[in-house]
């Protein structure tokens, strides 16, 4: 199993997704975000449970972190 510290997404992986999804002229500071953010976005992944196999039940605890910046009325 990789660890937090171990995931990272390369220039070169953040500009190949870009093209992918049509973003082929994205700026260098906007694929440097993006690079942040499939970095992010990743290591979000790794902490969500998973099932052993697709005909087990959906995996039992999977929790969200929510904004708690809300005005209450």
Known sequence: M???SGISVS????????RRIGLARLPAPEIERLREAMTTIARAGIA??????K???????????????RKES
Do not use: D, G, K, L
């Not at 005909?55 to 910046?69: D, E, L, Q, R």
């Open 11 to 18: 220039i070169a992986e953040a500009e190949a997704f870009a």
């Open 48 to 53: 969500v449970p998973r099932v052993a196999s």
């Open 55 to 69: 005909f087990v039940a959906p995996a039992p605890v999977f929790s969200v972190a929510f904004a708690t910046n």
């Open 2 to 4: 990789q660890t937090e």
